[in-house]
């Protein structure tokens, strides 16, 4: 997971094509989804419904062609690490669709995707491929080829008015491999959550007071389990998946945070969170 986009730098990249969704959405309100001024909570029980988009350039594995199985066992993956939040998840759709250009894409904006997730209507056969974006609350996955290569991940984070029909969370598909916490990990910001080390020493770092203040990891042990010191200046292992840890060693939310995700989901996204059992 070497690097999940919203690194410090990053988050602010994202802000800022997250600010140009809305002028877009302007000028073609019609293609907007349903706005967070609808104050009325889904009740799922928590469960989210997932719509896969495997965008391909070929039929390899090289092009982006994920097997099926993966897909559930990346849906799977992410029921493990999100068990205390009140969440859980369920693969709804999922759809394969070759186009190079979306594949290789290295606009943040995804200018050729926004084209194709705002056009509308869709044809019959799109939404049943499950092309169509779904509610805000419900969790649209592209696996994609991203080209930067210290990005392995991007992510919308929530916030009011900033979530539209592009809504969704894209992974690289070299970090779809079992036990990959990068799904997990943009996830997390898509529910509104911060890293740990953002503002790093300064503002309660993430905002949370159960996650240790620590500076952005330096790039040798970005990705690894070796031991961080906070700005407190206690050693710690990593074990947040809000991290940039590795996939052995970033399995855990704090109470904090599984906390904020589910006062999020409620605010933002209108879905209620289900019931935690610890
Ligand atoms: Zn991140």
Redo the contacts with the bound molecule.
Sequence with gaps: MFN???SLALIIALAASAVMASPLNVTSPKNSAPTTSNTTVVDNKGVISVFWHVITANDTREGGNLPVSLLYDQVKDLNHLYRDTGFSFVLAEYGYHRNEDWFNENDPTRTMMYEWQTKTPFTPKEKAEGLETKEFYDLNVYTRNIPNPLILGDSPFAAEGFIDRTDGVHIDYIATTPGAVTLA?EVG?WMGLL?VFEFECENEGDGLTDTLMQKVPPQSIIMSCEPRVACNGTTFLPNNVMDYAGDDCAREFTPQQRALMRENMIKLRHFKPGPVFN
Excluded: L
């Design positions: 999940f986009r919203s990990h910001h890293h």
